[in-house]
Each structure stands twice: as C-alpha cells, then as structure tokens.
C-alpha cells in the first residue's frame, strides 16, 4: 500500500491515529506549499553523514510494524474466538487488537518518503522522456530528503530514539527558523465551507465530542454509502485539479482533530471518516451531485446544525 495525494483522507486516517500525527501533517502542508527559494533554505540543511545514520535505526523500526493488514486478520479471528470458543479469550484479544489498531497504518515511513519525492514535490522532476526516469536537480532532492526525514520522525514519534528523531527532525527545524513568516496563510486557497469545518473541529468541547462521537456510532451502518459518495468526491477533486487543496484541507483536519481533543481512539472507531468526508465534500461542493454531497455531509449537521 501506498500514499498518494489523491487519496489523502487515507494518509489522515493514519496520521490522527499516531501520537505525533499532527506533526507529521505540519510537516507535510509545509512542504505543500513551498516554492523553489523554500527548498534552497532546506536544502542547504542536509546533513548526509547525520540522516545515514539514522535512517539505519528507521529501517529495523519499520519492520517492527505490524501490518494492518495481520491486524484485521487477528479482528477476524477474535470474533471466531468469540462464536466458537471462550468469551473471555476473545474479549482479551480483543481488547489487545483494538489497542494495536489505534497505532497501526494502512502504509508506512517508506510510503511517506514516496509520498514527499514523488507526489508532494512532483513539480521538482522533469517529464520523462522516451520512458526514460525523471530527473530533478541535487538541491531539489537534498530539500525533500529534509522533509521526508521531518516527517518520518513524527510519523514513527517513539518508535524511535530521541537522538534519531532529533537526527531526523533538525535540519527541517532550522530550516523553519530562517522561513518563519515566509509560508501562506493555510486557509487562504480553502473554500469557505472547509474553513468553517476546520474552524468548529479545532475548538470542540465535552459536549461537542460527545455529540460527535455519538452521530458517528450511529452512522456506521451506511459505511457502504460513504465509502462510494467518497469515492465520487475524490473523483471530482481529481478532475477539477484540486487534488493538492484537497490534500492541504485533510491535513489541516488532523490538525484540528487533535486540536478539538479527538484522539486516536476516535479516529479507529468512525469519526475520522465522518470529518475526511465533510471536508472532502466542501473542497468540491460546487461539483460533487447533491446525493454524495447529503451522505458525506449529513453526519457533521446533525451534529452541528448550519
């Protein structure tokens, strides 16, 4: 499995369920939104003898991660447990896989890498010729291996000595101390409807939440109507060259996810699906046919009435 910008609620879903998520989504809309004078300033933060180093130990980290894939499968064999054998055996496995899941993802650190050189940075690479690779110059490579390696020390947080992630993270941290005051206002390319959502997420309350996870409980029976209304945003977002504001918006809703004290129990149990939906579904309101439009943002409304 891999990331993609097209399919950035799926990168959300991972990131809101990680510790240091929103970080990694800081990150990431950073680097969205650098120009060619932005990456001359990361670039000249590579440390290659330093990130060698320490991507040795992000490798051996990596593989200790469980598929989540293996994860579902031990869901599946919880719930024989539970049909077939001992209750409380099952209600233990159960318990240990709905831990496991919180911190799993659908990719991982090697998909993210993928994400920043290929998708995030795809202006930086010439078209190829004749089949032929791509080619980009070594600053423009030095700069996204600057903010992969951010990234992937949020994205892995513990899982990794603080003396890697400070490896990882430190060039990029420099860098963001000489751009200060350089970077776009984030909301100022959303739509209005999506900096509305952004806006009500980050400021959410106890009653708030509670309201919030109590309509994504009982949503979930039409999880097959939401996943095709999604499909057909992600379509429209696709053909209306949206696909990077799109990207932007989901990652500023992880950001106001934990901002609004959502964690990653919420986000393995619906109620990322039901903000991704609404958020998806505002970039392209103007496009998405009014039934996907109902199912994506029905669940926000009846939480938060307009």
Known sequence: MHYSLVSSPVLGFDLVRLPAGESAADVLIRALQAGPSELDVLASRHDDDARTAAWEVVHAAVAAVRPIGDVLSDVANGLLEREHGDPEVADRLEAGVVRVLQASTVADADALVRLVHHDVLDWTWTVPVEGGPGLRTAAAARAADVLADAAVSAYLGD??????????????????RELAGRAAPEHEDLPAGVAAVLDRLACLDGTDRACLRAVAEGDRAVGGEWAGAVHEASWAVHLSGRTRTAAVAQLLAVRAFRA???????????????????????????????????????????????
């Open 159 to 176: 899982r990794l000595p603080d003396a890697v992630r400070r490896a990882l993270a430190g060039p990029y941290l420099s860098a963001c």
């Open 260 to 306: 609004g004290g959502l964690d990653a129990s919420d986000g393995a149990s619906g109620l990322w699906n039901l903000v991704s939906g609404v958020v998806h579904a505002e970039v392209v309101a103007d496009l998405l046919p009014g039934e996907a439009r109902d199912v994506l943002v029905r669940p926000w409304d009846a939480a938060f009435p307009r």
